[in-house]
């Protein structure tokens, strides 16, 4: 009986001390993409139009959804950034974001909430843009998981 106790005392430690880091991260995300739906943000929307035109195309509206409130980046960001942002995001360069986020994650984040920005550098979050930066339109961030699925948009004028 005691043989019996002890194996399984073994085994219950051996597998309470696996590692979870993989289940770690997916929660974290989910966690902040609920609190973003409960705060009420207006839903993205995208009907594939290109080159499009904001707010018509593509955009955010509604209530419910995961598109942050407007950030206006001028005056908070240097043209230096928002250059290397429009480049990278904009032509689907997966390593020169993580380099762009990485290198300016403090300027960042002056608009672009950590737990997005740490996601981008670390490959758990993607992030694709839609329009560009300038006087006339908008662009947006669309911070996607491994899987596909919108996690955040930031829309920046």
Wanted: with cysteine; proline share 4%; net charge negative.
């Amino acid at each position: 009986m005691k043989k019996l106790l002890g194996i399984a005392l073994v085994l219950a430690f051996t597998l309470s001390s696996c590692s979870n880091e993989d289940t770690t991260a997916p929660n974290e995300i989910n966690s902040f993409e609920s609190t973003q739906r409960a705060n009420g943000l207006r839903v993205w929307f995208d009907n594939g139009e290109q080159p499009g035109t904001d707010g018509v195309d593509y955009g955010c509206k509604d209530s419910g959804g995961n598109c942050l409130p407007d950030v206006v980046v001028s005056g908070i960001a240097s043209p230096h950034v928002l250059d290397d942002l429009n480049d990278n995001v904009g032509s689907g360069n997966t390593q020169g974001t993580q380099h762009v986020f990485e290198a300016h994650a403090e300027e960042l984040s002056r608009f672009i909430p950590g737990e997005l920005i740490e996601g981008v550098i670390n490959g758990r979050l993607f992030v694709k843009s839609r329009g560009k930066l300038n006087k006339d339109q908008a662009m947006y961030l669309n911070f996607n998981s491994r899987g596909g699925k919108t996690v955040s948009i930031i829309p920046m004028r």
